[in-house]
């Protein structure tokens, strides 16, 4: 098992090497109590510990000793004039009879890294494919730090239309990224990387420059009125920059604060909200909308919705696509809806379809959609003609 402290250079700069060192002896005493006679510990390197066992044999057992390791640390650590939330991300392999101890490390690393990619504070455990996703993971985040500033990045476009009417409230920016070898390459595939590799700070603040430019040139060919929405992740919102950097986009551009939403997903806001609910209120402060994407996929901030300043839920198109068809996906759009309807807010559906879909969207008073039915993401150029093709704007 190799194992790494999560995030453990932060502890000692907010607090200093002694804290760092009382931090990384607790944690030694407590991986040691959970080591069987014969298992081996070792630190082998600043905020690594390694552990040899030849005591077990099965999958079950391994997984259950990695869960006990990564709870115990979890528990809080007293350092005195603090108490400090530490957690380890564990890489396990196993040994067939042919790996060298060397080669059995590597392996581990390479799972580990795959705990730390997949959030932390948990552990994952090698196979056959472990080294090739990591090392293509690793030429992403390469590429990607290469790719930023050289225009590679894009903002494209989605409208999205009110229900009642089909006029234009405005666009969701997504990023695209025009990869040199692999061609034109959507969010989906590239941003979750940059958000676990922290490049998300410098490219989402790049992305959210380029779609202000590009709206201000929608706002000169139709005039004001369309909204521009805007997909922060976690950590960007978490990130120093981020205020000033939409005030000042906000204070130089033609749109007026409430022509800006800022979406978040739920599931970012699951963990430890309370920093990301101080933000979002200085972001409402500037007069911002806020708006919660791929709502429903989180599950529990339903309880929480009322402490997020937001105005706007985003339902999921994993619901939308199964309105008609699957009755637990139409059940959880309607009480979203009637959710949003008795709190006051907007709701927004996404990946809208089939006329079907949009259909019951309206009947069930859902106030505007996004999707495919209407038009795909489209680059600048595109959604210009899109609107002088006479599309009519939301009064
Ligand atoms: P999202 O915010 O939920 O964006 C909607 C995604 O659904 C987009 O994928 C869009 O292209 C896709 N989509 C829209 N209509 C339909 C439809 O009718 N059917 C189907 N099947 N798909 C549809 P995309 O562009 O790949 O973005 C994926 C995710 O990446 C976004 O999900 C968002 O969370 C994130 N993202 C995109 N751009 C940015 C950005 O600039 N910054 C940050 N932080 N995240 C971004
Ligand atoms: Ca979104
Ligand atoms: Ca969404």
């Not at 204070?251 to 800022?262: H, K, Y």
């Not at 970012?268 to 309370?274: M, S, T, V």
């Not at 907007?346 to 006329?355: C, D, I, L, N, S």
Request: glycine share 8%; hydrophobic share 45%.
């Amino acid at each position: 098992m190799f194992i790494d402290l999560d995030g453990f250079k932060e502890v000692n700069d907010a607090y200093g090497h002694a804290a760092g060192d009382r931090v990384l002896t607790t944690i030694a005493d407590r991986l040691r109590t959970l080591l069987r006679e014969g298992d081996l510990v070792g630190r082998v390197g600043g905020d690594e510990f390694v552990i040899v066992s030849t005591q077990i044999s099965d999958a079950a057992a391994v997984a259950a000793v990695a869960d006990r390791m990564v709870g115990a640390v979890a528990q809080p650590i007293d350092i005195g004039h603090a108490s400090i939330d530490q957690t380890v991300s564990i890489g396990v392999a196993t040994a067939e009879t042919s790996v060298t101890a060397e080669a059995l490390l590597a392996r581990a690393d390479f799972a580990m890294y795959e705990a730390k990619q997949a959030g932390r504070n948990r552990w994952a455990v090698y196979d056959d494919n472990t080294r090739q996703r990591v090392e293509s993971n690793r030429q992403l985040i390469a590429d990607l730090r290469s790719g930023l500033g050289t225009g590679q990045f894009e903002i494209w476009l989605q409208p999205e239309l009110r229900l009642a009417d089909d006029a234009l409230v405005g666009f969701e920016a997504l990023a695209r990224w025009h990869h040199p070898t692999r061609g034109l390459v959507p969010a989906a595939e590239f941003i979750e990387a940059a958000e676990s590799s922290g490049l998300i700070v410098e490219l989402g603040n790049e992305l959210v420059r380029t779609a202000f430019g590009q709206m201000a040139l929608i706002v000169d060919a139709i005039g004001r009125g369309p909204r521009l929405r805007i997909n922060l992740s976690r950590r960007q919102l978490l990130s120093d920059s981020i205020l000033d950097l939409i005030s000042d986009e906000l204070d130089r551009s033609a749109l007026a604060p409430e022509d800006l939403c800022c979406e978040i997903t739920e599931t970012a806001l699951i963990d430890d909200p309370d920093g990301l609910v101080q933000r979002l209120e200085r972001l409402r402060d500037l007069g911002v909308e806020l708006a919660i994407d791929d709502f429903g996929t989180g599950y529990s901030s339903l309880t929480h919705l009322h402490v997020f300043p937001v105005g706007v839920l985003k339902i999921d198109r994993s619901f939308v696509a199964g309105l008609g068809t699957d009755h637990e996906a139409t059940m959880i759009v309607r009480s979203v809806l009637g959710l949003a309807k008795s709190l006051d807010l907007e709701v927004v559906a996404e990946g809208v379809e089939t006329e079907a879909q949009r259909q019951m969207l309206l009947d069930l008073g859902c106030d505007s959609a996004q999707g495919y039915l209407f038009a795909k993401p489209m680059p600048l150029a595109e959604a210009l003609t899109y609107i002088s093709s006479g599309v009519v704007q939301a009064s």
